[in-house]
């Protein structure tokens, strides 16, 4: 009989119901918050549109005046001239090359930088260094510019390298964005190296691996998609920048055969074309334009491969 009652009792007892943990109704804080995160990406989507559509009016007059494939086919950039050219290859010539000097001298380095912060450095040394490193993106571009004008060009390529190079080259335009943007690619790089577990470290340790195995074998490529995001801003930082190329590189738009010549780049052109020498609505006002709609478009070319390259990289842990 007891044990038959104390059956019955376990069976009259009142069984745990699904309690779920979300609240009935959303805190007046967080729809304020998820409001006002809202309004900001509408603002960011907006201000896009609102650039392409400043960008478009202009560029779709130029266009009825010159063609695209005019546009696109020829090598000659003379918007000025009594017989004017306008083949957009010098201005991408002189932007390539800039680009390419800066990513040969940023990526090394920068990246150099990230691995000794992330795995070598004492909490000391990094917490030092790393700011250093970060105040370079502080420093305006137009300082820059006059530092490659002044000083590297006739200082530390015509002086101690022996260089056969003018006042104005790509060479020391590159040399000098490259500078500028290694904060980018070591700081990013480093936060990316950082987030790898420790566990992953300890196991490679575990199975015999020294230190610098254990950093490119292990921890770089469990970081790779960050790297990657980082070297691919970093290349969007650098084909955007105007004043150090506009200062460095020179005015002359041709096709850049080598780093020592002389060049124009896109944004450089951009800047000398909104000095205000052009009448609005004009053809030569409006190449501004279009070649700002260039510009933009390789930008979000960079910005989709860079999002297809961090989906296809990531790693979850």
Wanted: hydrophobic letters at 50%; proline letters at 5%; charged letters at 10%.
């Amino acid at each position: 009989m007891s044990t038959v009652a104390g059956v019955d009792a376990v069976e009259r007892r009142p069984q745990p119901t699904d309690v779920s943990l979300r609240p009935s109704s959303a805190r007046v804080g967080e729809r304020i918050v998820k409001a006002s995160m809202i309004a900001c990406a509408a603002v960011s989507i907006a201000t896009t549109i609102g650039i392409v559509v400043a960008l478009l009016g202009p560029a779709l007059q130029f266009f009825r005046e010159v063609s695209v494939v005019r546009f696109l086919t020829e090598t000659e950039w003379t918007p000025r001239f009594e017989n004017p050219h306008y083949g957009i290859w010098p201005l991408v010539s002189g932007t390539l090359w800039t680009t390419a000097i800066a990513l040969l001298v940023a990526v090394p380095l920068g990246l150099g930088s990230a691995v000794f912060l992330a795995e070598y450095a004492s909490p000391r040394v990094r917490s030092t260094i790393k700011p250093v490193i970060e105040l370079l993106a502080g420093i305006p571009s137009v300082v820059y510019g006059y530092f490659a004008l002044t000083f590297v060009a006739p200082t530390v390529l015509q002086g101690l390298f022996n260089v056969e190079v003018g006042t104005f080259s790509v060479l020391s335009a590159g040399l000098v964005l490259g500078v500028m943007i290694i904060p980018t690619v070591a700081s990013l790089s480093e936060d990316a190296l950082s987030a790898v577990p420790s566990s992953l470290r300890e196991a490679s340790y575990g199975l015999g691996a020294n230190r610098m195995r254990t950093v490119t074998r292990v921890v770089f490529p469990a970081a790779i998609s960050g790297i990657a995001a980082a070297l691919v801003l970093a290349l969007s930082r650098a084909v955007g920048e105007t004043m150090i190329v506009a200062l460095a590189a020179g005015s002359q738009a041709r096709m850049v055969g080598s780093a020592t010549q002389e060049g124009q780049t896109m944004t450089g052109f951009i800047a000398q074309a909104a000095s205000g020498e052009s009448v609005v609505g004009s053809l030569q006002y409006n190449t501004l334009f279009a070649v700002g709609l260039t510009l933009f478009v390789v930008t979000l070319i960079i910005n989709i491969i860079s999002i297809r390259l961090v989906q296809r990289f990531r790693e979850a842990y």
